[in-house]
């Protein structure tokens, strides 16, 4: 847990919160690099990486919208920075979304694209109580 008494630098929140998608790409080459015969470590491969894909996406409740907030507060305002990534992460949800619907409209029956743009919406419509990045 952070110490809101000591609280990080840019530098120091960026690295932080790229950890979690970085380790996922790791795990994702490891595990191909290790597959060799073995189908299991094939699909580990796969779902790792598409989860730290997934996850460096730049909507703010996912680490990639968290990065572009943090990297865009060192050049702006804090209070800019949060309009411009709720801008964007609106954009690529509604896009997200859209997809996902077209795809499921085509005939599709997986639900997990327009699902994950519904919850990414509902993030998005969270209040997050917390304090903004302090630069040092």
Request: proline fraction near 5%.
């Amino acid at each position: 847990e952070l110490d809101h008494r000591r609280p990080l630098t840019y530098g120091g929140e960026l690295a932080a919160i790229l950890a979690g998608p970085g380790v996922n790409l790791l795990l994702a080459l490891l595990c191909a690099r290790l597959g060799g015969e073995r189908e299991a470590l094939y699909a580990l491969s796969g779902l790792s990486l598409a989860l730290g894909w997934f996850n460096l996406l730049p909507i703010y409740p996912l680490d990639g919208g968290r990065a572009l907030l943090l990297i865009l507060s060192a050049f702006t305002t804090p209070g800019r920075a949060r309009q411009a990534v709720w801008g964007c992460s609106v954009i690529l949800v509604a896009l997200l979304l859209a997809a996902g619907m077209s795809l499921l409209w085509r005939g599709g029956r997986n639900l997990t694209l327009p699902g994950m743009a519904l919850w990414l919406l509902c993030g998005l419509t969270r209040r997050e109580e917390g304090r903004t990045p302090v630069k040092k």
